[in-house]
């Protein structure tokens, strides 16, 4: 489709100048054609700058999350090449068990600009307006034991964690599991869901939701949200476009998604590690048997956190909540 190549050239060229005759050459299509393509592009809300015989270019104040536009970004080679971006749905975990395992091969990618059931851990809603977020799932299927399944979440929070360190020049730490912090704010949260095979006991897919706060509107979060969440906005000025911030996460996911499935869980715990929040700090322990105090004291090689009450007994949590004095 023209409009898509069109938006590509625009999207691979930011920053500079396209004149029609270019864009024409380029893609082997009549300046005509290019022409109709822009139209049909602005139609659409993208923001594209023309001056006269100077060419086009995405204004910079475009934020446009389009198929097309996040592609042209990729450095993936599967993670997101079956790409597809909805103006909204419920949950974008949800849409892809619903809609599209069944069909899809791994590294299927589902975003949409707005979910109106956003889900996240422990049965809690995530908050998902338009324009405020990044909102996004990736349909994995990979070929390790069950046990290993948490160290995609890992992984997942570590790709996140890259990819705000390379685009906006902040250091975000993980609340274990998979909170991504900034200055004891929440800018990210991620669920991974899976469906396991009843007669093998293997895993058939996983899929791994991650919600990024670009910008947030505090007075549409209820009390116990706003108290701890935090954007990126609120700590750069370099906030990036969601299609950017989209391709540089699922480039993160997939280099440290395959050396977990390489069997590298040695490089993805250390980088895990070196990010790990509350390290040797006192924490509140959320159990299903009762919350405590204790002391954190790191991850083990399972991926398990080690907390240390206070009469010295060390507990290895395998899932469930921690919190400080602003997160909960
Ligand atoms: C959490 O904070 O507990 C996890 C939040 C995960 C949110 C993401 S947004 C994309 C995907 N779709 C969902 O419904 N949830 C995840």
Not at 19 to 38: D, H, N, P, T
Not at 259 to 284: E, M
């Amino acid at each position: 489709m023209v409009k898509d190549q069109v938006l590509q050239a625009l999207e691979r060229s930011r920053g500079a100048r396209m004149s029609g005759a270019q864009l024409a050459r380029e893609l082997g299509v009549s300046r005509a054609a290019v022409w109709k393509a822009i139209e049909s592009l602005r139609a659409d809300g993208l923001h594209i700058d023309s001056t006269q015989g100077g060419g086009y270019c995405l204004a910079a104040a475009d934020d446009s999350l389009t198929a097309a536009g996040v592609s042209a970004l990729l450095r993936t080679d599967r993670l997101g090449r079956d790409l597809v971006v909805l103006p909204e749905t419920d949950s974008t975990n949800s849409a892809i068990k619903r809609d599209y395992a069944a069909t899809r091969h791994e590294g299927f990618t589902l975003i949409a600009e707005r979910q109106t059931a956003g889900r996240g851990r422990l049965g809690r809603t995530f908050h998902s307006d338009s324009g405020t977020g990044l909102y996004l799932s990736v349909l994995l299927r990979p070929k390790i034991p069950l046990e290993q399944l948490n160290f995609v979440t890992l992984a997942a929070a570590v790709a996140v964690c890259r990819s705000i360190e390379a685009l906006c020049g902040l250091a975000p730490g993980i609340k274990w599991v998979n909170d991504v912090l900034h200055e004891g704010r929440k800018l990210c949260g991620i669920l991974t869901e899976a469906s396991i095979e009843g007669e093998t006991g293997c895993i058939d897919y996983a899929i791994v939701g991650i919600g990024v706060n670009l910008r947030l509107d505090r007075s549409a979060l209820p009390e116990d949200v706003r108290i701890i969440a935090g954007a990126l906005a609120d700590f750069t000025a370099d906030v990036p476009r969601r299609a950017v911030l989209a391709a540089r996460l699922l480039g993160e996911l997939e280099a440290v998604y395959d050396s977990l499935c390489a069997g590298d869980t040695a490089g993805l715990l250390q980088a895990y590690r070196s990010r790990l929040c509350y390290l040797d700090k006192p924490i509140r322990v959320l159990a299903p048997g009762g919350a405590y105090e204790a002391v954190c004291r790191g991850v083990n090689d399972a991926g398990n956190l080690l907390v240390e009450r206070a009469d010295g007994t060390l507990d290895t949590l395998q899932s469930g909540e921690i919190s400080t004095r602003l997160s909960v």
